[in-house]
């Protein structure tokens, strides 16, 4: 039953931060969601610190197996995989929003040095992976699949960063308009034909679909 | 004459880190080479690091002048241009290597973050008015000049960065490639036409030009 009480543990403190945030989240909130003693807190973790290590490994297990997950799918066309693999990352950063404002707020450096690390040895591969099947599908079109996803990557880490820097609307609607440009022009596809990937970047941000539909209803 | 008394100072501590490095140059090798008295030195500095500081300052400026005087060169093509932007960095470079060698050794990130902030007020407007140049000329073609030239100078920095961390000449030859490639990509050049860049590149770092011409000679 131990590891039971420890993943209860785990889950109500994540509620908790999710509800209260982190800050005005103690440890007696904690047992008391769960109804344990506080003996039990400390024989499975040293402080509430702990439990955000153990989120954001969660967090970086995740987004590991959403790309496998992706990879494994393989009846879909290589520009659908190459939205889904962009998908299952927003996913699970959704779920995981209290462990991102958690290293955000505190301007912790770990987690942005696992997230480059995970970029580089899963994000990157995986997207040569989706990009040798698109050139061999004829919808893409590039003599170095691995170069061009790590500019690929590059290019939507930065632009990621310039909407959150600067979330005015035309800011965003021109980084979504050159960040199809250029990914098209990277994966040697006709102007324009990508559309559908503007579309998918366009909703999958909360914050970004907000601002967006403001300007539509003015 | 006191100003022309302290650029001699300055001139010999360049001449002696040059030759001994920083760390093996004493300010009474440097007062020794002018030929004054040790008060006159600490009358201008407060100490060899301070003319650490004056060094990079003035490489600092002669890149500023030097991406001016190229965007001043109103009779060359867009394409020589493009080139004569980045053999300017290279020479500066050249003649900078103590300043850049002594930060590199002590890890601080401040030269780092200068030229860093140079590329980005300096640089990059500068690729952009080229390639708005070149786009007139119908030699470049993209929708999105500033924003190419930021992607266009993302990706010199890592491919510089790469070919330092890893310099196997197959690792070398690869990246020249790739450069030249994405760049064409990005201008909306045809594939194989900019190879004036990557012959300037080849031949731009005089270890990769050492690396590839022994190559030749097995």
Do not use: W
């Amino acid at each position: 039953m131990s590891a039971e009480r420890k993943a209860e543990l785990i889950n109500a403190a994540e509620e908790l931060f999710n509800e209260k945030g982190f800050e005005n989240t103690s440890v007696d909130d904690i047992i008391k969601r769960v109804g344990v003693a506080k003996g039990l807190f400390y024989y499975y973790f040293s402080s509430k610190e702990d439990l955000i290590d153990i989120l954001t490994q969660r967090m970086l297990n995740e987004i590991e197996s959403s790309v496998v997950a992706v990879l494994e799918m393989k009846n879909l066309s290589a520009t659908d995989r190459f939205i889904g693999l962009l998908k299952s990352q927003k996913d699970v950063c959704l779920r995981s929003e209290i462990v991102i404002k958690y290293f955000s707020v505190s301007r912790n450096k770990s987690l942005h040095l696992e997230l480059e690390r995970l970029a580089h040895e899963i994000l990157v591969p995986a997207f040569e992976e989706i990009i040798k099947q698109g050139i061999e599908e004829g919808t893409f079109d590039t003599k170095y699949p691995f170069e061009t996803s790590h500019m690929l990557n590059m290019m939507i880490q930065s632009a990621m960063y310039n909407m959150r820097n600067d979330p005015r609307i035309e800011v965003i609607e021109r980084t979504l308009e050159v960040v199809q440009y250029m990914t098209e022009k990277l994966l040697g596809m006709d102007a324009g034909t990508f559309q559908a990937y503007n579309t998918f970047i366009r909703t999958a941000y909360p914050d970004l679909d907000i601002i967006l539909s403001k300007k539509k209803k003015m």
